[in-house]
C-alpha cells in the first residue's frame, strides 16, 4: 500500500490548530476483524513512508503493536468507542432497546419536524446509478455548509473519482443514500456504503440553521427502518470517533483507537512528544471548563 499525505494535528476541540505532514501508511480495522480480534494486517512500510496511520486498533491489541511494529515510535492513541448495530433483531427488536422515554422522544422529534414541513416528512433514497446526480445536487451545497467540511475537511466529497465509485457502489447494489428535505430544500443527508452486507456509516451532514429540529437524527430513523425492511444487512458500522449520535443508535461499541506510528527520527519524536504535551493541556483546560459549567458553551464557539 502506498503512503499518502496525513496531517498530525493538534486539536482544540475538532478545530485544527497545528498540523505537521507526513507520508504514512493508512492500515483501518473493518467491524468484522474488530470482532473477530484480529491480527492487524501485513503492509510492509515503503522507503518513502514515515510510518503508518492505525485506525480502529482494538484497544486490547495496542500491547502488541511494539512486537508487530518493531523499532517505530506511536503517538498517544486517541480511544473512543466503535459504535455498531447489530441488525439481527429487526426492527421492532432494534426499537424495544430503547427505554419508553426515548422512543417518545424520538417520535416526537419526527412528528415536529414533520409538522415543520407541512405535516409530512420528505425523505427520498437514492440508491440506483441514475439517481445519485440528484443526490449530489441536493446533498453537496449542504455539506459546504456544515462544519464537518469547514472545519475538518470531512464533507461530503463531490470529485469525479468519489463520483465514479458511488456509480460502481450503485451498480453493484451496495449503496444507499438518502436526503431529508424540509418546505423543498435539503436538510440532511446520509451517505452509506456497504461492504461485505454491512452498512458503514460513512458522511452525515445537516443544516445548522434547523439543528433545533433534529433532521439527522429523523433522517437516521427513517433511514434504519427501511434498512431493516431489507432484511439484508448484518451490521451498521459507525466506523471510527465516539459522538453522541452514534452512541444513541449503537446496539453494541468496541473499544478502539486510532494512532501514529513513525520512523525513530528526532524530528519524529519531538512531533509525537508536543502533540502529547499539547492534548493533556487541553484536556486539563477542558477539565477546568467543564468544572465551571463553560464547556459546552465554548465548544459551540468554536464549531461557529
Same mark, same amino acid.
Given at each position: 500500500?502506498?503512503?499518502?499525505?496525513?496531517?498530525?494535528?493538534?486539536?482544540?476541540?475538532?478545530?485544527?490548530?497545528?498540523?505537521?505532514?507526513?507520508?504514512?501508511?493508512?492500515?483501518?480495522? %473493518?467491524?468484522?476483524?474488530?470482532? *473477530?480480534?484480529?491480527?492487524?494486517?501485513?503492509?510492509?512500510?515503503?522507503?518513502?513512508? &514515515?510510518?503508518?496511520?492505525?485506525?480502529?486498533?482494538?484497544?486490547?491489541?495496542?500491547?502488541?503493536?511494539?512486537?508487530?511494529?518493531?523499532?517505530?515510535?506511536?503517538?498517544?492513541?486517541?480511544?473512543?468507542?466503535? @459504535?455498531?448495530?447489530?441488525?439481527?433483531?429487526?426492527?421492532?427488536?432494534?426499537?424495544?432497546?430503547?427505554?419508553?422515554? =426515548? *422512543?417518545? =422522544?424520538?417520535? *416526537?422529534?419526527?412528528?415536529?419536524?414533520? &409538522?415543520?414541513?407541512?405535516?409530512?416528512?420528505?425523505?427520498?433514497?437514492?440508491?440506483?446509478?441514475? /439517481?445519485?446526480? !440528484?443526490?449530489?445536487?441536493?446533498?453537496?451545497?449542504?455539506?459546504?455548509? =456544515?462544519?464537518?467540511?469547514?472545519?475538518?475537511?470531512? $464533507?461530503?466529497? %463531490?470529485?469525479? $473519482?468519489?463520483?465514479?465509485?458511488? @456509480?460502481?457502489?450503485?451498480?453493484?447494489?451496495?449503496? *444507499?443514500?438518502?436526503?431529508?428535505?424540509?418546505?423543498?430544500? !435539503?436538510?440532511?443527508?446520509?451517505?452509506?456504503?456497504?461492504?461485505?452486507?454491512?452498512?458503514?456509516?460513512?458522511?452525515?451532514?445537516?443544516? /445548522?440553521?434547523?439543528?433545533?429540529?433534529?433532521?439527522?437524527?429523523?433522517? /437516521?430513523? @427513517?433511514?434504519?427502518?427501511?434498512?431493516?425492511?431489507?432484511?439484508?444487512?448484518?451490521?451498521?458500522?459507525?466506523?471510527?470517533?465516539?459522538?453522541? @449520535?452514534?452512541?444513541?443508535?449503537?446496539?453494541? /461499541?468496541?473499544?478502539?483507537?486510532?494512532?501514529?506510528?513513525?520512523?525513530?527520527?528526532?524530528?519524529?519524536?519531538?512531533?509525537?512528544?508536543?502533540?502529547?504535551?499539547?492534548?493533556?493541556?487541553?484536556? $486539563?483546560?477542558?477539565?477546568?471548563? &467543564?468544572?465551571?459549567?463553560?464547556?459546552?458553551?465554548?465548544?459551540?464557539?468554536?464549531? $461557529?
Amino acid at each position: 500500500m502506498q503512503p499518502v499525505a496525513t496531517q498530525v494535528r493538534f486539536l482544540l476541540g475538532d478545530r485544527p490548530i497545528l498540523a505537521a505532514r507526513r507520508m504514512l501508511v493508512p492500515i483501518g480495522y %473493518g467491524l468484522d476483524a474488530i470482532l *473477530r480480534n484480529a491480527p492487524l494486517p501485513a503492509a510492509p512500510l515503503p522507503s518513502d513512508a &514515515d510510518g503508518y496511520r492505525l485506525q480502529s486498533v482494538p484497544v486490547a491489541r495496542i500491547a502488541q503493536l511494539d512486537r508487530d511494529f518493531a523499532g517505530l515510535v506511536a503517538s498517544q492513541p486517541q480511544l473512543y468507542a466503535r @459504535h455498531y448495530i447489530d441488525m439481527a433483531p429487526g426492527h421492532d427488536g432494534y426499537m424495544a432497546q430503547f427505554s419508553s422515554k =426515548t *422512543r417518545a =422522544t424520538l417520535k *416526537r422529534k419526527m412528528r415536529k419536524l414533520a &409538522d415543520a414541513g407541512g405535516g409530512e416528512l420528505d425523505i427520498r433514497s437514492y440508491h440506483r446509478p441514475d /439517481q445519485l446526480d !440528484a443526490f449530489f445536487d441536493a446533498a453537496l451545497p449542504l455539506s459546504q455548509q =456544515t462544519y464537518q467540511a469547514r472545519l475538518l475537511d470531512a $464533507g461530503l466529497p %463531490g470529485d469525479d $473519482g468519489f463520483r465514479a465509485e458511488a @456509480h460502481r457502489l450503485a451498480r453493484a447494489d451496495n449503496l *444507499r443514500a438518502y436526503v431529508l428535505f424540509l418546505q423543498g430544500r !435539503a436538510a440532511a443527508y446520509l451517505y452509506l456504503p456497504v461492504a461485505d452486507d454491512v452498512l458503514i456509516y460513512a458522511y452525515l451532514g445537516y443544516d /445548522q440553521a434547523c439543528a433545533q429540529l433534529s433532521p439527522g437524527t429523523v433522517l /437516521q430513523m @427513517h433511514a434504519l427502518e427501511q434498512l431493516f425492511a431489507e432484511q439484508r444487512f448484518r451490521y451498521f458500522d459507525f466506523t471510527e470517533g465516539d459522538g453522541a @449520535h452514534k452512541a444513541l443508535f449503537g446496539t453494541h /461499541q468496541v473499544q478502539c483507537a486510532t494512532l501514529f506510528l513513525l520512523k525513530s527520527t528526532l524530528a519524529n519524536r519531538a512531533l509525537l512528544a508536543g502533540q502529547q504535551r499539547f492534548n493533556a493541556a487541553v484536556e $486539563g483546560t477542558g477539565a477546568w471548563l &467543564d468544572r465551571i459549567g463553560a464547556k459546552a458553551r465554548i465548544r459551540k464557539l468554536l464549531r $461557529g
